[in-house]
């Protein structure tokens, strides 16, 4: 059985990321998931994000509880920015006994082929993907390595719950209560 690589910016954990781990550990057919914490993603804005450690951090409190999802900081020893292929490669080093498939939403499908050597992800692992709304999947649908699951839909992102933080808002229950916690006891997003 394979293990689930969700890699993200975690910035920070919010229920979305987590019942999306959680259906792909229970309700996939994977083994496990790990919570790849990014440093930073090529595609991403770097100035907008939390340190690395504290959105790890995040990470662990969040899951603490669950035994089939873990949270990896592998990418913190690789070199920056650190792109999928090269995480994979190093990954397959460390854990030859493991095989691994990759977790994504339909939105990072959409825009995978401008990925480093996407063709070669898509030989070599699958990738399990998660839909998005508004994300038209159709040129995917039948690929070999391609598998669109049912995963329960959540509009909710990390910007969401920044901007909630900075404006004042009450953001409970979109984050769980130690993460929150953490935000507060270090004035993030403020």
């Known amino acids: 059985m394979k293990t689930g690589l969700f890699f993200g910016s975690f910035n920070p954990i919010h229920i979305g990321h987590l019942i999306i781990a959680n259906y792909m550990a229970g309700f996939s057919g994977l083994k496990e998931v790990w919570l790849v914490v990014s440093p930073h993603n090529p595609l991403k804005n770097r100035n907008s994000l939390s340190n690395m450690y504290d959105r790890l951090e995040m990470a662990k409190l969040a899951t603490e509880t669950s035994d089939r999802i873990k949270v990896s900081d592998i990418e913190f020893s690789l070199p920056q920015p650190s792109y999928t292929i090269d995480t994979l490669a190093y990954l397959q080093e460390k854990y030859p006994g493991k095989e691994f ?8 499908l959409a825009s995978f082929k401008k990925w480093k ?33 049912d995963t329960p839909q959540m509009d909710i992102s990390s910007t ?3 901007k909630g933080i900075a404006a004042g808002k009450n953001v409970q229950y979109f984050v769980p209560d130690k993460v929150l916690s953490f935000i507060d006891s270090k004035n993030m997003y403020r």
Do not use: C, Q
Not at 101 to 108: F, R, Y
Not at 130 to 146: F, I, K, M, N, T
């Open 101 to 108: 498939a990759l977790i994504m939403g339909a939105d990072n």
């Open 117 to 149: 050597n996407y063709e070669i992800i898509l030989k070599n692992y699958e990738i399990y993907v998660y839909p998005r709304p508004g994300v038209d999947l159709s040129e995917w649908a039948d690929h070999p390595s391609v598998k669109i699951t």
């Open 160 to 162: 969401f719950i920044r």
